[in-house]
């Protein structure tokens, strides 16, 4: 997949991001392409040949997200009492840099929140995982991420009373 100069794009561990510009860097001896890419915080060089390895996503789409929402107002998926389990689990759908797997670990990592104790990062890892979602969602639907953590809020209810 190649972007352009100018074109927002998701990076699976900086959440929404753009394209600032592309350079040559030399890394251990060898000379790549990169994509500079600037986020909220920081900018990132993401090789510009990874392939289907790369770090980068075109954001969604507004059908993208009528998707997801079904994903968030469906039952949870339990997670694990085992600590050890549980943080895998987590990890995989974090790794996986997908828009769905996002939505399914928020789903289920609130649900589980609201019935057991989390940890400092579980809660640390929710809350940046909600800040992912809610950039891009907003981006996607042209509203501001707080309007749109508070539909989000609004369908992880409709998820809770689903699971009732």
């Known amino acids: 997949m ?3 100069i100018g074109e927002k794009v998701i990076h699976s561990s900086f959440g929404f991001a753009e394209i600032v510009g592309v350079e040559d860097k030399e890394v251990t001896g060898t000379t790549r392409q990169y994509y500079v890419v600037k986020t909220k915080d ?3 060089w993401v090789p510009t040949s990874d392939g289907p390895a790369t770090k980068l996503r075109p954001p969604s789409t507004q059908n993208d997200f009528r998707d997801c929402f079904a994903i968030l107002r469906s039952k949870f998926s ?12 987590i990890q995989t759908k974090l790794s996986s840099g997908t828009i769905t797997a996002l939505c399914e670990l928020i789903r289920d990592l609130s649900f589980y929140k609201s019935q057991n104790k989390i940890n400092d990062n579980e809660k ?3 809350e940046r995982a909600v800040l992912l979602l809610t950039d891009e ?3 996607a639907f ?3 991420p707080s309007q749109a953590k508070s539909e989000l809020t609004k369908l992880l209810n409709e998820s809770s009373a689903a699971s009732s």
């Open 2 to 4: 190649s972007f352009h």
């Open 42 to 44: 920081m900018t990132v």
């Open 78 to 89: 339990p997670l694990s009492d085992d600590r050890n389990v549980r943080k895998s689990s």
């Open 124 to 126: 640390s890892i929710l």
């Open 137 to 139: 969602w907003g981006f």
């Open 142 to 144: 042209h509203i501001t």
